[in-house]
C-alpha cells in the first residue's frame, strides 16, 4: 500500500491550494478516504472524509471553506482549500477514512502565512 500527498506549498492568508493523493495497492473504490494535518507540537487532527459513496464530513475548523473529493477510476482523493489561514499551517496527509488505517505516506506541508 502506498499512499502519495502532493500539491502543498506556501501561500498567503486568504489564498487556495489543492492537495492530491493517489494511492496505490489497495481496491481504492471501497474504502472511504479522509484527509489528516498535524502543526508541530500538535497532535494528528481530522480535516476530512469521503466515504466510497461519496458522503462527505469535515472538522469543524475548515468547514464552509475546505472541500473534499475522490476520482476512483484515477484512484485519487483531492481536497480544495480555499480562504486559507495560518492556522491551517501544517503537513497533511491522506489515509482511510472510517476504516483500518493504511500506512502513512510522507504528506505534504502546507504554510500559510499571515
Known amino acids: 500500500v502506498q499512499l502519495q500527498a502532493y500539491g502543498g506549498g506556501l501561500v498567503q492568508a486568504g489564498g487556495s491550494l489543492r492537495l492530491s493523493c493517489g494511492a496505490s495497492?489497495?481496491?481504492?473504490?471501497?474504502?472511504?478516504m479522509g484527509w489528516y494535518r498535524q502543526a508541530p507540537g500538535n497532535r494528528r487532527e481530522f480535516v476530512a472524509g469521503i466515504t466510497s459513496g461519496g458522503s462527505t464530513n469535515y472538522g469543524d475548523s475548515v468547514k464552509g471553506r475546505f472541500t473534499i473529493s475522490r476520482d476512483n477510476a484515477k484512484k485519487m482523493v483531492y481536497l480544495q482549500m480555499n480562504k486559507l489561514e495560518p492556522e491551517d499551517t501544517a503537513v497533511y496527509y491522506c489515509n482511510s477514512y472510517g476504516g483500518v488505517w493504511l500506512s502513512w505516506g510522507q504528506g505534504t506541508q502546507v504554510t500559510v502565512s499571515s
Open positions: 495497492g489497495i481496491i481504492f473504490s471501497i474504502y472511504g
